[in-house]
């Protein structure tokens, strides 16, 4: 169970942090893995970088940004959300909401979408950062808002799931679900497609809601919790499901890495993984930062183990991100590390903030956009 210990944004925990290292179940300190030495292979280029605001702050909300069309967004812990063309690093806009945001930025279809700690969620023109609509869910929303046409789905840490009217922020409809006494602190974010949005829960189940009713059209069990204690029965679905080519994959806490047809609601396969991060697809292959820190390549048809870098072991690492035939994780010191996917060796490594690196990187016509811990917006590409 290191990682509860490990990552200090888990709710109802105690935490005994030293240094940069954590405490194990024996009460002796673990420490981060030391970086390996390695011939580069690849140069990283930085193309242009801005800076958002204040960064992300001591609570360790996991800011990250959001892409529309030519545009990204980002945000700070204070309320600074800016837009800037992800071509040329312009700044196009920038807005102060004078709130304390705690999540990341979601965006699509011409909006851009924050929520604050005290549970208000509010909507901007991507155009020019006007406000279109806000409103108060009463809890804290740490999951990227996503869009479809239609409306805006916010999943909140209380399990439920609130879409509103993506144009006028009426309330559409809410999903309810029945959260565990103990759970990792933040939650998935959701995937919306035209008709319907998969949404994962605390308690280990992937859902499939109808965006007409939000109505469950089918639920499937990705891990069952096991052992004794609410410690050992954590299950949570706090990474993001994956959607490639027509499959659902999705992985859980303490659980596994699953399949899933959506269009029968059937496992086609299941492998043992423990994380709590978004996953990524290339040459074939899923990704995914385990809660040790391990990074694991699985064949996406076989469910086969392909490799697993085992080398960055308690170094905080973030969800995976592929850029050109690498994939990518950054750390607790803000490094990025590329390894092949092929076979997982380290082709090149960047410090992009000394600050540290939370949120989940994004990969965009072989452009990787960073937001450091310290509030810096990179844009990153591989020679």
């Not at 812990?77 to 800016?82: A, H, N, Q």
């Not at 023109?125 to 999951?143: F, H, M, Q």
């Not at 109808?210 to 029965?233: C, F, H, M, Y």
Request: charge should be negative; charged fraction near 20%.
């Amino acid at each position: 169970m290191k990682s509860i210990y490990r990552f200090a944004g888990i709710a109802l925990v105690s935490l005994a942090v030293t240094g940069c290292g954590f405490w194990g179940d024996d009460g002796e300190e673990i420490k981060p893995s030391p970086l390996v030495s390695f011939d580069a292979e690849k140069k990283v280029d930085v193309l242009w970088s801005v800076s958002v605001g204040s960064g992300a702050g001591n609570k360790f909300n996991q800011f990250q940004p959001a892409i529309d069309g030519e545009m990204i967004f980002a945000a700070d812990k204070d309320g600074t959300v800016v837009a800037v063309n992800r071509t040329s690093g312009k700044k196009l806009w920038q807005v102060e909401l004078e709130i304390a945001i705690v999540g990341g930025v979601g965006a699509g279809f011409g909006k851009v979408a924050v929520a604050g700690e005290e549970g208000e969620v509010i909507v901007l023109s991507a155009e020019d950062g006007s406000e279109l609509w806000r409103d108060n869910v009463r809890t804290e929303v740490t999951a990227a808002a996503q869009f479809n046409r239609d409306i805006a789905v916010f999943q909140l840490i209380n399990g439920k799931v609130i879409a509103f009217d993506a144009s006028t922020g009426s309330r559409a409809w809410t999903y309810d679900s029945q959260v565990p006494r103990l759970t990792l602190r933040g939650t998935s974010s959701p995937i919306v497609a035209s008709d319907v949005t998969f949404a994962g829960f605390a308690s280990g189940k992937l859902v499939a809601l109808d965006n007409a009713k939000g109505t469950a059209i089918w639920e499937n069990r990705v891990a069952l919790p096991q052992g004794r204690s609410e410690l050992e029965r954590m299950v949570d679905i706090d990474g993001r499901p994956l959607l490639v080519d027509g499959m659902l994959y999705v992985t859980s806490y303490q659980g596994r890495l699953v399949a899933i047809n959506p269009f029968r609601a059937q496992v086609v396969w299941a492998q043992d993984v423990s994380s709590y991060r978004s996953l990524a697809a290339g040459f074939g292959n899923i990704y995914v930062s385990e809660e040790d820190d391990a990074v694991q390549a699985f064949d996406r048809s076989s469910s086969a183990s392909v490799w697993r870098q085992a080398k960055l072991e308690n170094r905080e690492i973030s969800a995976p991100a592929v850029l050109d035939s690498t994939v990518a994780v950054a750390d607790y010191e803000g490094y990025i590390h590329f390894m092949s996917q092929t076979d997982g060796r380290f082709v090149a490594r960047y410090q992009v903030d000394s600050s540290g690196v939370y949120g989940d990187m994004i990969s965009k016509d072989d452009v990787l956009y960073v937001l450091g811990n310290s509030g810096r917006l990179a844009a990153l590409q591989l020679q």
